[in-house]
């Protein structure tokens, strides 16, 4: 297993959503990953940590950059609880993470078939210093 792959595990290991969620979103796809271990770790690995944090401990930071990464395709997510849990959790954790702008209305689309995922631009409708920006 690779450096890469493995602190990706330990992330998970640890329970550090937000630790993984920071990694993965650095990757660049196919560098020096074996997409086989990249699998097993976002696949199977992944889910079963996601589902103990959707029960109350994923903080708004890591929510709204879990939607990100699920919404523009970076990361699969195949369970619709855990689309639904995202989905759940979106507008509280956009207004704190983005100082009480209302979420967009790009939610992950449980209706779009395997992984739910529907692509398209983001937006807030309250104003210009609400644009979905990283951070």
Same mark, same amino acid.
Not at 5 to 24: H, K, M, Q, S, T
Not at 71 to 77: F, I, N, T
Not at 104 to 116: C, I, K, M, N, Q
């Given at each position: 297993? #690779?450096?890469?792959?493995? #602190?990706?595990?330990?992330? =998970? ?9 920071? $990694?993965?979103?650095?990757?660049? @796809?196919?560098? /020096? ?20 944090? =959707?029960?109350?401990?994923?903080? $708004? ?19 619709? /609880? ?17 100082? !009480? ?7 992950? /689309? ?9 692509? !398209? @631009? ?14």
């Amino acid at each position: 297993m #690779n450096a890469t792959i493995e #602190n990706l595990r330990i992330f =998970l290991e640890e329970r550090d959503i937000g630790g993984f969620l920071a $990694a993965y979103e650095t990757m660049v @796809p196919g560098a /020096d990953v074996l997409s086989s271990q990249l699998t097993k770790i976002t696949q199977q690995i992944f889910p079963t940590v996601l589902h103990e944090k =959707l029960k109350g401990a994923l903080v $708004a930071g890591d929510t709204v950059r879990l939607w990100r990464l699920v919404r523009c395709g970076r990361l699969l997510v195949v369970d619709n /609880d855990l689309l639904e849990g995202i989905n759940a959790l979106l507008d509280a954790a956009w207004r704190e993470s983005r100082t !009480g702008c209302p979420a967009p209305h790009e939610v992950v /689309d449980l209706s779009r078939g395997a992984g739910g995922i529907s692509t !398209g @631009p983001t937006f807030c409708k309250a104003s210009s210093s609400c644009r979905d920006q990283p951070g």
